[in-house]
């Protein structure tokens, strides 16, 4: 099993360009997750999917999009990227909460860049 | 509303002594409690998890914490630290139920000097 798979792993983009990031899992996870990373702020939650066809707001939803067409697939976009959002992103999926305790897996990053 | 209270950004040990990194959990009900650990450059990998009955949880690559209701802590331990300990930890929280949401602290950056 590869587990929770990220493209790209490195990204550079002008202010105002568009990107897609993949998160694919192999792992049959209901529930799928997008978090941030920056320096001294831990992990914050973008956006999350409890289902194939569903999406919900995490903390920091705002300049991001996400869709969850597939089960296994889970797509966080930037419509017009700021320097703002340059951060280390990661996915992760979990099943329902309950049935391992909660845990969740993490996939290896996206690093982006906005100059 | 839950909360993860990570003390110490950044903890600096001598290869060979105890690791020490400290979490208290701020949570209405019963929590389920986890480490995770990022290697530089990668994703987080699970550690170890508290979810009910004893409450000394051994984790991989020698590391512990134990679970502390009374004093809302779950702190992560190792007697002798070794050069590929040094990584960021990450202590979280969930609460249970059909709640999706596991709560990070701030994450704790530890050196291993030689």
């Known amino acids: 099993n590869a587990g929770v798979t990220q493209t790209p792993k490195f990204r550079v983009l002008k202010t105002g360009q568009s990107m897609t990031l993949l998160c694919a899992q192999d792992m049959n996870h209901e529930y799928m997750y997008w978090y941030r990373q920056d320096p001294g702020m831990g992990l914050r939650l973008i956006h999350y999917s409890v289902g194939e066809g569903t999406t919900a707001k995490g903390e920091v939803p705002d300049g991001y999009n996400v869709s969850r067409l597939k089960k296994q697939n889970f797509l966080l976009g930037l419509e017009s990227a700021a320097p703002s959002q340059t951060s280390v992103y990661f996915c992760?999926?979990?099943?329902?909460?309950?049935?391992?305790?909660?845990?969740?897996?993490f996939g290896p990053g996206t690093r982006l860049t906005v100059t | 509303a839950q909360s993860v209270t990570q003390l110490g950004s950044h903890v600096s040990v001598s290869e060979g002594a105890l690791v020490l990194l400290r979490c208290n959990y701020s949570?209405?009900?019963?929590?389920?409690l986890f480490w995770y650990v990022q290697y530089p450059n990668q994703g987080l990998q699970l550690l170890l998890k508290?979810?009910?009955?004893?409450?000394l949880v051994k984790g991989i690559n020698g590391f512990e914490a134990e679970f502390k209701k009374s004093e809302t802590s779950f702190h992560l331990t190792k007697p002798s630290a070794h050069m590929s300990d040094a990584a960021e930890y990450f202590c979280a929280c969930h609460s249970g139920g059909s709640n999706y949401k596991l709560t990070f602290g701030k994450g704790t950056l530890l050196t291993v000097n030689p």
């Open positions: 949570s209405s009900v019963p929590p389920y």
């Open positions: 508290y979810t009910t009955g004893a409450t």
């Open positions: 992760a999926s979990s099943p329902p909460p309950g049935l391992t305790h909660y845990e969740q897996y």
